[in-house]
Every structure is written in C-alpha cells, then in structure tokens.
C-alpha cells in the first residue's frame, strides 16, 4: 500500500470503527460516550482535510447539503451564543432560572446557555461525519463496507441484548449499575427499548437487503447462510427487546421492502425466473414469515396485541399532546435552542394543570417533530426538512432510474437504505430516535449516501482502486 493510499484510507476505517462505537458506548446517550464520540469525530476531520491536503485532492461535496448546514450551524450556534439564561436546578416540575447578561439581550438567544452550547457541540460534530461521509460514498466499494459495517454492528446489538435479556438482572449487572440492571426496559447497551428498537431497525432493513442480494448470486453458500443467520438474529432481538416500535418498524420494513422487490421482479424476472434461486429465496422469506407466525401464536401473544393497540390512548393519557401544541404554536422562526426543549415544556406544563410526578420532568418530547420544532424554530425545522427530505428524494430516484440489476449490492441496498430512512422517520412521530447521537449518525449517513449519488463522478482513485468488488 503506497503512503498516498494509507493517508487517504486512515480516515474511512475510523469512520468504521466510529459506526461501531457508536451504539456499543450507550448509544453515545450519556455524556462521557458523546463527548468521546465529538472527539473522534474531530480526529477524523484533521485526518481527512490532511490527507486531502497531503494529495492536493478536495473531496467532492454536493453544495446544497452544505448551504443547509452551514446555515444550521450559523443559525444554532447564534443561539448558544447569545443565549439569555443559565439553570442551576429543576424538580419534577420547575426549573430555577438565573438570569445572565447576554451579549445582545434584545436579539434572540437560547433558553439555556450550557444546554445550547453542549448541544451545538454534538450537532456539529454530527455534521462533520456527515459530510465526511458525503465524500466516502460515492465510493461503491466503501459504501458496501459501511452498510456491512452497520448491519453487522445492529447484529452485534441485537445478540448481546438478547444475551443481557434473557440471562436477567445478575448478567446485566456486567453493562449496567445494579439499579438500571434491574430494569426491563434496557437492551443491550441501551438504557431505553425504543431507542435500541429503532437503531436494530436500520440494521434489519440492511440486513434484509444483503440477505436478498446472497440469495440471488451463485456460489458463496456460507456467505447466503451467514446474512440469514443474521436476519434471524435481528429478528429475534426485536422481538425479545418487547419494544412495540419494534415490532412495528421490523413488520412494516419487512414489508415494504417485500413489495418494493416483488414488483421490480414481477417487471423484469418473471419471465426468466431461476427456480433453483427463487426456493432459496423463498426459504428466506419462509423463515422471516414463519418466525413473525411463532410469535403471534405465543401464549402472551393477546396480551401484547392489546397493548398493541391501546399505543395511541396511551400516548394520548400519559404524554402532554396538547401542551405540544400550545407550545409548537408559540414558538417564533428561531426557536429555544438546541436541547432547550426540556426548558421550555415545565412553565407549559404548569399553565396546563400538569405540573405533577404523575407526568413527570420531560428532557424529550416522545415527538421528534414537536421537540425539533420547539430548539430550532420554524426556520430551522424547515433547513432540517430540506436536508433529510431532499437526501431522502435522490436516493430514491436514483434507486429507481437504476436498471433492475438482482444480485447487486450497490442496487438492492440504495433502496434498503431508503427503507430504514423511513422507518426512523415514522418512529419520530411517538419516540425521540433523532435526539440520540448513535442512531442520528446512522441516519445521517444513509441520508448522506442519498446526497452523494447526486452527480456521482469517478474518483481519482478510480472505483475498484480498493482491490474489491463493486457489485
């Protein structure tokens, strides 16, 4: 390997080992693991514009993801800035405000100086691996090793919680402290079941999509029995993590992408159909449909199907919709600032009557969409819906100009991908997966590989440069 290609390839590996720390390190939700995950992140960016100054290559990045996150970090970082006031305490329903001395007092400014400051931090570290990993796929070899790299590490989660689940308390004193290892919400390395349900769920779609494109190829048996072993596993992880946002997101993913492939075979293949290609497919398929069958037929099968369908009257009683909306409809262009959501809900929460343990402190509002708007205002949230709804539109369409190619990774994973994208869009509407840093780097780069197709040109060191397939 020349000098050249090790200063070029330094940073794409960490990048891989980074998508593996990620979820492993508490989901990156404590602060000790984000501010970890903030400094590797640095790393990476002196590694990647040194190298691209050490070979006098610029990475090549689409411009209108970086106007929106150029224009996300002025806007945030203003905020942070001149941020009015700082908190020393809050209960189950106040928070104490010391009033500060903003640089400007009459311009706009964050609720809470550390808050904002601390969240701007991890926003723009987040931006720094998304525009890095803009730059690393439009490598087709790369990005077959991160999507593999995600999906094996969503495996990883989904084995070791299962472990952690199913041998109790005493063997998850191992991750946990005895307090929390006595909770039956945590899963694997995450302290919350939605959050573990939501990032397992990236991984399962990808999961899904290797397993497709191993069916398909010739040869390479313990290669197609690897990737069902792993939907196996995922599968089974979901469903042990007791998450009904897993169980929903591995249903409608699973679906989804079901009909997405059987339509483009119905199109193009049925007239050619390999039947020996199509029973080991089947046999995928099979086994994915028969374990979703063991676990309706299961003894407590009525009793989760119940809490199954009580999930809205539920969010309804226990979450303070209605004081989302009040709050969502006083919030001006700005917003609060970043993180400053958890600040702003308790004077609501007490205009409202609500200011009681029984609804409790809220850091989240189980409704992404209510909590972005809240920190970045109107004008953020719109910057924030063009930058994934735009990614989200190119992956798309180039998965769909694409020629139906089975047996291609680069072709079944673009739409995967999309899928998965989806997904944690859809859990957004009743958990909070866009406000932890493992699974909004996961989503971030997904929706970079949607941004780097726009353009797509031949790099330098030209696409198998890497010595591996592209396919």
């Not at 106007?67 to 941020?83: C, K, P, R, V």
């Not at 989200?392 to 190619?405: D, E, G, Q, S, Y």
């Amino acid at each position: 390997m020349t000098l050249d290609r090790a200063i070029a390839e330094a940073p794409r590996w960490m990048f891989l080992l980074i998508l593996v720390y990620a979820p492993w390190a508490y989901g990156c939700t404590n602060l000790v693991a984000l501010a970890i995950l903030t400094q590797f992140s640095a790393a990476l960016v002196v590694l990647w514009l040194g190298g691209c100054v050490w070979r006098r290559r610029w990475p090549l990045l689409p411009w209108l993801p970086m106007a929106l996150l150029t224009l996300l970090l002025l806007h945030g970082w203003w905020l942070a800035w001149n941020a009015h006031t700082v908190h020393s305490y809050r209960t189950w329903t106040t928070v104490n405000r010391l009033w500060d001395n903003p640089p400007l007092p009459d311009w706009p400014g964050a609720v809470d100086r550390v808050l904002a400051q601390s969240a701007m931090l991890n926003v723009t570290a987040h931006f720094a691996l998304f525009l890095f990993a803009c730059d690393l796929m439009r490598r087709p070899v790369w990005r077959k090793r991160v999507w593999a790299t995600m999906a094996l590490t969503a495996v990883s989660v989904a084995v070791g919680g299962t472990i952690l689940k199913l041998g109790g308390p005493e063997l998850r004193e191992w991750l946990w402290e005895p307090k929390v290892a006595q909770l039956v919400i945590t899963f694997a390395a995450y302290r919350y079941h939605g959050n573990a349900a939501s990032f397992m769920s990236i991984g399962w779609a990808l999961v899904l999509g290797f397993a497709m494109v191993a069916a398909s190829q010739r040869g390479q048996p313990l290669r197609r029995a690897g990737w069902v072993v792993a939907v196996l596993c995922l599968l089974i992880g979901l469903f042990i993590n007791t998450s009904r946002a897993g169980w929903g997101l591995a249903i409608l993913l699973a679906l989804l992408i079901s009909v997405r492939f059987l339509w483009a075979w119905w199109q193009t293949s049925r007239g050619q159909f390999d039947w020996k290609r199509g029973l080991i497919q089947g046999s995928v398929l099979a086994a994915g449909a028969g374990t979703l069958l063991f676990v309706t037929m299961s003894s407590d099968w009525k009793e989760k199907l119940t809490r199954l369908n009580t999930t809205v009257e539920t969010l309804q009683e226990r979450y303070p919709s209605k004081v989302y909306h009040e709050l969502a409809r006083e919030t001006g262009v700005l917003g609060y600032g970043a993180d400053c959501f958890q600040m702003v809900l308790p004077v609501y929460m007490e205009a409202f009557g609500m200011a009681s343990e029984k609804y409790g402190f809220w850091r989240h509002a189980h409704n992404d969409y209510y909590e972005y708007l809240v920190n970045w205002g109107w004008g953020g949230a719109a910057l924030w819906a063009a930058l994934i709804l735009g990614g989200l539109a190119r992956a798309l369409r180039n998965h769909f100009r694409l020629p139906v190619t089975w047996g291609s990774t680069q072709w079944v994973l673009g739409f995967c991908g999309c899928a998965a994208m989806l997904g944690i869009l859809l859990h957004a509407f009743w958990d909070f997966p866009l406000e932890k840093a493992s699974i909004v780097l996961y989503f971030l780069t997904l929706l970079a590989d949607g941004w780097a197709r726009h353009d797509e040109v031949k790099q330098a060191d030209g696409p198998t440069a890497d010595g591996a397939s592209v396919n």
